[in-house]
């Protein structure tokens, strides 16, 4: 038990790793664009789906974050 309380807790900390690194690149974006932070934020969530980032699974934040580099690359 105590192993799955552990992958639990490493599990969300990743997940908060990556959603810090998905506020990042949305920062970047925003700032580079001249948008709104939320704005950016929302664009990815109508384009990726899946509820607020706070909400969201891993899978869909590293789905936001593939997409906000690609935007990025773009630029």
Not at 15 to 27: F, G, I, P, Q, Y
Request: proline share 3%; glycine share 4%; hydrophobic share 40%.
């Amino acid at each position: 038990q105590s192993f799955a309380l552990a992958d639990a807790a490493a599990a969300h900390r990743a997940l908060e790793s990556r959603r810090k690194e998905l506020n990042a690149l949305v920062s970047q974006y925003a700032r580079v664009k001249g948008m709104p932070h939320s704005h950016v934020h929302a664009e990815l969530r109508r384009q990726c789906g899946g509820p607020s980032l706070a909400q969201a699974t891993t899978d869909q934040v590293e789905a936001r974050i593939t997409m906000i580099r690609e935007w990025n690359d773009r630029r």
